[in-house]
C-alpha cells in the first residue's frame, strides 16, 4: 500500500510570495491533517480536513489555509510569506475513528515539504 | 489549552542500558501515540494507546499510558546504536485528527 505523499518536497521562496502545498493519503484515508514543526515552536498542528470540510483548525493565522478535493486529496496554502514561515510542513492521513470504529484517528505522516523563506 | 510535555528532552545513553521517557498531559484525553522521527525525515508511528492501563510493547521499547495520572511512559530496555532518534508524544484532542505534540526528546545511544 503506498504511503502518503506529498509534493513539491523542497521549496524556496522570498517573503510576500505565496505557496502551495500538496498531499496525496494513503488510499481509503479520508482524513488529511497539516503540521508545522520548526526547530523553536515544534510540531504544531495547522487544521484537518475530512469529507472536504475543515474538521479542526490550529492557532495560525488565516494566511495559512486549506482545502481537500473529493478524492481526499489535499493542498494548503501561504499567502504572504514570512521569514518565520520556513519550516517542515508535514501532511498526515488517517481512516475515521467517527464512523462507527475505535476512536483512535492513527496518524500516517507523509515525507515532508521542506518550505525556506529567503 | 492542552499542553503536552516530555522529559527529558535531550538523553544520551549507553549501548545495553535501560531508560524512561516520559510523557505528561494536562486534559483529559482517550488516546495516546508515540512517533519516532531520524534526521531529516518524517514521523513513524510507534504506538498507539487507547486506554488506562494500555501497554504495548515492539521490540526494546515499551509504552504504557495511565489517564488518571495523564502520564505515558515509553521505557527502553537495553538501548542499541539504532534506537537513536527523537522521540514524540502526542495526544488526541477531541474527535478526529488534531493531534497535540509534546516537544520531542532526543535520543542518543552511544557504545
Known amino acids: 500500500k503506498a504511503g502518503v505523499t506529498q509534493t513539491p518536497r523542497y521549496l524556496i521562496k522570498t517573503r510576500g510570495q505565496q505557496v502551495t502545498l500538496s498531499c496525496s493519503p494513503i488510499s481509503g484515508h479520508r482524513s488529511v491533517s497539516w503540521y508545522q514543526q520548526t526547530p523553536g515552536q515544534g510540531l504544531q498542528f495547522l487544521f484537518e480536513y475530512f469529507s472536504e470540510t475543515q474538521r479542526n483548525k490550529g492557532n495560525f493565522p488565516g494566511r495559512f489555509s486549506g482545502r481537500q478535493f473529493s478524492n481526499s486529496r489535499s493542498e494548503m496554502n501561504v499567502s504572504t510569506l514570512e521569514l518565520g514561515d520556513s519550516a517542515l510542513y508535514l501532511c498526515?492521513?488517517?481512516?475515521?475513528?467517527?464512523?462507527?470504529?475505535?476512536?483512535?484517528?492513527?496518524?500516517?505522516f507523509g515525507p515532508g515539504t521542506r518550505l525556506t523563506v529567503l | 489549552e492542552l499542553k503536552v510535555e516530555q522529559n527529558p528532552l535531550f538523553l544520551s545513553m549507553q549501548e545495553g542500558k535501560n531508560y524512561t521517557i516520559y510523557c505528561n498531559y494536562s486534559?483529559?484525553?482517550?488516546?495516546l501515540y508515540w512517533y519516532r522521527q531520524d534526521p531529516g525525515k518524517s514521523l513513524e508511528s510507534l504506538f498507539v494507546l487507547l486506554s488506562n492501563g494500555a501497554v504495548k510493547q515492539e521490540g526494546r521499547l515499551m509504552a504504557s499510558l495511565d489517564t488518571k495520572a495523564r502520564l505515558s511512559t515509553l521505557h527502553i530496555t537495553a538501548a542499541v546504536h539504532d534506537l537513536s532518534a527523537t522521540y514524540f508524544c502526542?495526544?488526541?484532542?477531541?474527535?478526529?485528527?488534531?493531534?497535540?505534540f509534546g516537544q520531542g526528546t532526543e535520543l542518543s545511544v552511544k557504545p
Open positions: 486534559t483529559t484525553s482517550d488516546r
Open positions: 502526542a495526544v488526541g484532542l477531541n474527535q478526529g485528527g488534531k493531534l497535540i
Open positions: 498526515a492521513s488517517s481512516l475515521d475513528g467517527l464512523a462507527g470504529g475505535p476512536s483512535y484517528n492513527e496518524q500516517f
